[in-house]
């Protein structure tokens, strides 16, 4: 017996991301998903990463429509954002 996709179609198919990871996590099956949704589920045991995990260079990004003021919640929010990556 191999290893194989399901045809296109069959299987579970889940409308948000999110559940993705938690299906794998109930043992439904695996799951593909970035570093970090999925790290506190490696980190603790309840997912594994076999074949790690590959750069793709995704980025997030901190908009506005106005310049952040030095002082305001705005510039406190991206200091802690840039803390936690």
Do not use: C, H, K, T
Request: avoid cysteine; charge should be negative.
């Amino acid at each position: 017996m191999g290893w194989g996709a399901a045809p296109a179609g069959e299987g579970p198919w889940f409308e948000r991301f999110y559940f993705s990871p938690r299906a794998a996590v109930a043992g439904l099956g695996v799951a593909i998903g970035p570093w970090r949704l999925v790290r506190d589920d490696v980190d603790n045991g309840l997912l594994a990463a076999p074949l790690g995990f590959v750069e793709d260079g995704a980025r997030y990004a901190l908009l506005s429509p106005e310049p952040f003021r030095r002082d305001g919640l705005a510039a406190d929010l991206l200091a802690w954002l840039q803390e936690m990556s």
